[in-house]
């Protein structure tokens, strides 16, 4: 027998490594039961940040995109840049395609690792698509098996990224969508397989040594956690994208401020260490210009390096309002009380299917008169509401164990 045989080697892509809490915790669920299913399996990852995964678990990582310029330089001419991309960016390229063959040929497996990495929220045709494009092509050149897992797809507004999507998922053996709201839209763009399959995300088959137990509250003043976003617009691109997020931030603040003011505190999180520290420090200059301090308690901010650090957090809670996809789900599994401010279809798609539907609302229509009628209301709720998105989240581990046993008898 081979030692390719003996010992599979199996290759994750996704963007872990960057800061993204969420992304970090489904690369560990997978790793985890990875793990569980093939004790000698050779695992690496290709990656955003490949520095940081090797450190973080302990694998081998290469970088998705090799040879970016770092920072743009002085300006040139539309001719030097033009010329620059014959000259340069082309072959560059051609490198690029050789060497994800080269890796690809070590291979046994190539999994696109769950998230949200078939819509465009954030990403750019020429950007993550591309790429997975590009490996999807020299997995399948390779003879590697290749798998999307429990993705998350659209919207995808760009034609050029459907296109690059839909033809990456074309080539693989086998394709999950983490709800029902991705399968359907790719088939409302026109890619339909009636063999496609509908699993949990991957973060709800996270160990449950890794799941802290919540704190009791025990009479005492109830914590609400607020867990924060810098977000701007759906699409990134509008004019007033500014006056989008300085509302954002105004409603949190009266949210903050009525928690306070009833007798609650508030402990805010955040699911992205690089982009959500704007927002943390913008919400604080908001909340002392009226008179709100943090050095009375009423108010935990402490940072958060690490998806253990928020789980950490979210343990010290008794209900949590979110919007980042992850924190919305690892308070599903932490405190089981969550409303939802939801910035894509996948937050609500991600809370209907727990029956907490009611108790969404959209970021850019967000109404603090409601969203305080439905923290209430819920928290009235929760002796009811925990046993039942309990029982919902442990069948989601149930279905994700059937499908690593179906993947991984691939190998």
């Not at 003879?143 to 050029?160: M, N």
């Amino acid at each position: 027998m081979s030692n390719k045989a003996k010992s599979p080697v199996i290759s994750l892509f996704g963007v872990f490594g960057a800061g993204n809490l969420g992304n970090e915790c489904t690369l560990q669920a997978l790793l985890y039961n990875l793990r569980e299913h093939l004790p000698g399996a050779k695992v690496n990852c290709i990656c955003t940040g490949p520095g940081e995964v090797t450190a973080t678990y302990g694998i081998d990582a290469v970088p998705i995109k090799t040879g970016d310029r770092k920072g743009k330089g002085p300006a040139r001419s539309k001719i030097f840049r033009i010329l620059r991309k014959i000259v340069v960016g082309i072959p560059t390229d051609l490198l690029r395609w050789r060497r994800a063959v080269q890796v690809m040929r070590g291979a046994d497996m190539l999994v696109m690792v769950g998230t949200g990495m078939l819509g465009d929220f954030g990403i750019s045709a020429f950007g993550l698509h591309y790429e997975i494009l590009r490996w999807s092509i020299a997995a399948k050149l390779s003879g590697t098996k290749l798998l999307f897992l429990s993705v998350g797809a659209g919207p995808i507004h760009d034609p050029l990224s459907r296109r690059f999507v839909k033809a990456a998922l074309s080539l693989a053996d086998y394709r999950s969508y983490r709800d029902s709201f991705s399968k359907e839209y790719m088939e409302s763009i026109g890619f339909k397989r009636n063999a496609d399959r509908v699993y949990p995300d991957l973060a709800f088959s996270l160990p449950r040594t890794e799941i802290p137990k919540r704190h009791d509250r025990n009479g005492g003043r109830p914590v609400i956690g607020v867990g924060v976003i810098t977000y701007f617009d759906r699409r990134s691109q509008a004019e007033d994208a500014d006056e989008v997020y300085r509302n954002y931030i105004g409603k949190i603040a009266d949210l903050v401020r009525w928690l306070i003011d009833h007798d609650y505190r508030v402990r805010l999180l955040i699911g992205d260490v690089v982009y959500d520290q704007r927002v943390r420090e913008d919400l604080k200059v908001v909340l002392e210009a009226q008179g709100v301090s943090y050095r009375d308690g009423r108010i935990i901010d402490e940072p958060a390096e690490s998806m253990g650090d928020v789980l950490t957090q979210l343990a010290s809670t008794d209900m949590l309002i979110a919007s980042r996809f992850h924190n919305v789900l690892l308070g599903l599994m932490v405190t089981q009380l969550v409303v939802a401010i939801s910035y894509h279809q996948k937050v609500e798609a991600l809370v209907s299917g727990v029956g907490l539907q009611d108790f969404c609302q959209d970021i850019e229509e967000l109404k603090i008169d409601k969203l305080i009628e439905q923290v209430t209301t819920l928290d009235k709720m929760r002796d009811a509401v925990r046993p039942k998105i309990e029982a919902r989240t442990e069948a989601y581990r149930t279905e994700l164990d059937e499908q690593y046993a179906r993947i991984f008898s691939m190998v």
